[in-house]
């Protein structure tokens, strides 16, 4: 809630300052700070729960979070979804922005991005569990057959997809999703350093994104 | 650089609410522990206290504030406390009392004694006022006391006397050439959110009657965000929007006509920011 002043009943009375009451003030003029808010006052206006700062950030800077969303995603659904994710970290947690890592429009594009690629990760995780459990339980007594179509459909359109991708990026990523391995267990088993093995999942990913049917996506 | 895509109408206001569902506004982040008036004051003792102890002979005896050296503000201080005491048993002699003439008996008081007892005796009126505090809260509660012009809960006079600790440490620190100091940010809610309150009081009493919506942001720990409808309304509800923002301990000092307009970063949108500025500092004791 807004702290409203007109709301407060105080018992203060007119006269706080028994030597300085109703004096007229000699103090000069206000300087202002610039006609354009920066990117660490909006920042310090947001961390202060002024919403009229994150409404003026979103104004600013929603259309290019939302590119940014949509490029990974392309699904302009999914893309909202992160545009709101983004901008409520933002609130929440302001004090993240830091100006002397670059602008806060970089800085929300970026986590924009980072955010759709948790999704598309969320998916493929999905879909891997999915053909998982398809694989294990060949039969299941209470699911249609369309329902066993569409699953297979969905596993076998990640499968395909993976299938595509350059031998060591795809030994990655099976590892990483479909054997649930950590980065750092996934670097040992294939023999190259943690980051490498990181740069590897990252370029799979951007690689899937491009790869995968968007409409899989969609109907999930 | 990303391009920027349109994106649907809808999707501003579903983002906004979702923002204020997830952290109200006004507050803020990240939020400083809540404390109490007593506890606000008591820091603030502290810190005042440490100051003193950390002070040489000569330094005692440096010019801080009108006539008054460092021993002779300590003086002073312990005059208000005493007042605070008086006006906390109910003495109506101090409801109007001078803020300085009803403490000058209580500076030169201090004139040729070790410093080292002045400072005693400025510790022990603080912790009698925080007893007496403490002892009468179920016998305070909800009332008003009145001291030097001021009617204020007892809470918000232990508000007002941290704001004085703060303001009369920091006289003694630029006098020695010491760096300033800054309230840890659960005094400093404590004191924004007074200042703030006390604002539309002081835009009034300044002359400044124009009806003016203020958009107030504080920024830094101890900051938030406030809106304060200010001036005479008379037949005219709606006044004019003016958005200040400025760093929270630089209102305070403002607060404490311990800074100059000139020397403040504002960012102000509207008309009046002068105006109600130079009101707030018109709230200082001195």
Redesign the interface.
Known sequence: MWRRISDVTTAVSARISANRCCDAPALGTVRLVGSTPTDSLLAARIAAGDDRALAEVFDLLSGAVYASALRVLGNGSLAQDVVQDVFVELWCHPEKYDESLGTLRTFLTVCARHRAHDVIRGELRRAAREERSERMIPTQRDASPSDHVAAAETASEVRAAVELLPPGQREVVELAYFRGLSYRDVARATGVPEGTAKSRVRLALARLEALLDRQLLESS | ????????SE??E???A???A?????????AAAEISATEAFARAADAFVGLLSSLTSAQWRTPVLRDLDVQGLVGHLIGVEQDVQRALAGDEEVAD????ASTQEAAAAQADRDPALTRTSWRRAADQTIDIVEATAHQHAGS?VSM??????VD?LLV?RAFELWTHENDIRRAVDMPASVPDASVLTLMT?LA???????V????SAEPTDL?L????AG???????LGNRGERPEGQDL?I?VD?VDFCRLVA?RV?????????EGDG??RV???A??????
Request: hydrophobic letters at 50%; proline letters at 6%.
């Open positions: 650089m990303t391009a920027s895509t349109p994106i649907p999707l501003r579903r983002v906004l979702a923002s204020l997830a952290r109200a506004g006004g507050r803020a982040v990240p009392a001078d803020h300085i008003v030097h012009g001021m009617r204020l809960s918000a007002v959110d703030v309150q006390l604002l539309p009081h002081a009034t009493r300044t002359g958009h942001v504080l920024t830094g900051g938030g965000t406030w809106d304060v409808p958005t923002v929270a006509n100059a307009l000139d020397a403040l970063d504002v960012h102000s920011a002068d500025l130079a009101a500092a018109t709230l200082a004791l001195d």
